[in-house]
C-alpha cells in the first residue's frame, strides 16, 4: 500500500542498493533512485538500468566531475588504503543527494552500505560524521543495518516500520544473499572493485602526477588511464598497450601537439612525452618505444618523432633493466 511516503535511494547496482530499493517498495513507499558516477568508476551502468527498470522506479544520474577532481587534490579527511577519498567522496554525494532529495521532494536518503562492511568509510563513527558535515544528520536511512544505528527521523516519524529493517554488519555478504532469496531477487552482480583509485598500479600513476602538478582536469585522467607510464627527467613518457590505446594517445597528441614516436618498419605502440624534452629525453623515449615494438632488440631501428615536424632517427631498444628504474 502506498504510504504517502518518498525516498531517495542511492544505487550502484549492486545486491545491497537493490535490495534497499526493494525493501522500501514492499512497505509501499516511493522511491526515485540516484546514481553517482566518477571519473574513475568502473561502475555496471546495465546492472543499475536493470534495477531502475524491474523496479519501475524513475533514476537520476549525476556525474561528479571537475569538482571530485579538485576534492582528490587533498582530501580533508585523506585517503584510505590508495589514493580513494572514500570519506570525502561519501560526504559531496550525500550533499548532492541533499539538494536532490529536496528538488523531488523525497522525505529522505536511503543507502544499502552495511556497517563495518569497508574499514575506512563504513565505520559507526565515520558513516555518523559523514552524515554530519553533508547536512543530514538523522536523515540517512541505511536499512541493511538501521537496527545498529541511531534511530533516523524518517523512522520516528512511522512512515518506515522500524521493526521490518535489520541488523546486518560485516564483510560476509551471506545475509544479504539471503535475504536476496526471501525477496525473490535472483539476477545481481557479483561484488567487484569499482573504484579506479584503490587500484594500487593506477595510484602510483596519480601520485607521481600530483607530485609534478598543482591541478587535475579530466584530460589528465584520461592520460593516467592509458598505457605504461615512466618518468625521465621530469618528463612523462607513455606508451600505448594495444591499438585503441595507440589511436587515442595519437588524438590527444594531434590535439595538443605534444611529442610522439611511432617504429617506422614494425608493428608496435604510439608513445608521448608529456613536458619540455631534451635531446637524451627525446632518446630514452624512442629506446622505450622500440623496445614495446615488434623490432629486433640488437640493432638500431628507425623511429619517426614527431613534434613541430617530423624526424627520423635510428636508436636500440631501451634495456628492460633501465626501463624497470623509470617505470611508474
Do not use: W
Amino acid at each position: 500500500m502506498d504510504k504517502g511516503a518518498k525516498v531517495l535511494a542511492l544505487v550502484s547496482g549492486g545486491l545491497d542498493s537493490t535490495l534497499a530499493v526493494k525493501i522500501m517498495l514492499d512497505q509501499g513507499i516511493q522511491v526515485e533512485a540516484v546514481h553517482f558516477t566518477t571519473p574513475f568508476c568502473h561502475c555496471d551502468k546495465c546492472a543499475v538500468e536493470s534495477l531502475v527498470r524491474t523496479s519501475g522506479i524513475k533514476l537520476h544520474s549525476v556525474f561528479l566531475g571537475q569538482e571530485y577532481l579538485d576534492l582528490l587534490i587533498d582530501p580533508p579527511h585523506g585517503y584510505g588504503s590508495q589514493m580513494n577519498p572514500c570519506i570525502d567522496c561519501r560526504i559531496l554525494m550525500f550533499r548532492k543527494a541533499k539538494e536532490l532529495a529536496r528538488t523531488i521532494k523525497a522525505d529522505t536518503v536511503v543507502t544499502g552500505e552495511v556497517l563495518n562492511q569497508r574499514p575506512f568509510s563504513q565505520r559507526k563513527d565515520i558513516m555518523l560524521l559523514i552524515d554530519r558535515e553533508a547536512g543530514l544528520k538523522n536523515m540517512v536511512l541505511r536499512l541493511l543495518s538501521a537496527k545498529l544505528l541511531p534511530e533516523t527521523e524518517f523512522e520516528k516519524s512511522g512512515l518506515v516500520d522500524r521493526e521490518k529493517l535489520f541488523s546486518i554488519q560485516g564483510r560476509r555478504r551471506l545475509p544479504q544473499m539471503s535475504l536476496a532469496e526471501e525477496l525473490n531477487i535472483k539476477d545481481y552482480p557479483c561484488p567487484s572493485g569499482g573504484c579506479l583509485l584503490t587500484d594500487i598500479h593506477f595510484a602510483l600513476k596519480l601520485k607521481d602526477f600530483l607530485k609534478y602538478n598543482n591541478a587535475l582536469t579530466l584530460k589528465d585522467v584520461t592520460l593516467l588511464k592509458l598505457g605504461r607510464h615512466f618518468r625521465f627527467e621530469g618528463c612523462k613518457i607513455v606508451v600505448g598497450r594495444n591499438e585503441m590505446e595507440n589511436q587515442t594517445l595519437l588524438n590527444i597528441s594531434k590535439r595538443e601537439r605534444t611529442h610522439y614516436f611511432e617504429v617506422v618498419d614494425y608493428m608496435g605502440p604510439i608513445t608521448l612525452v608529456k613536458g619540455i624534452a631534451s635531446e637524451t629525453v627525446i632518446k630514452k623515449a624512442a629506446g622505450i618505444t622500440v623496445r614495446y615494438s615488434d623490432a629486433p632488440k640488437d640493432i638500431e631501428v628507425d623511429v619517426k618523432y614527431v613534434a613541430e615536424s617530423e624526424q627520423i632517427m635510428k636508436v636500440y631498444a631501451a634495456q628492460d633493466k633501465q626501463i624497470s628504474l623509470l617505470r611508474i
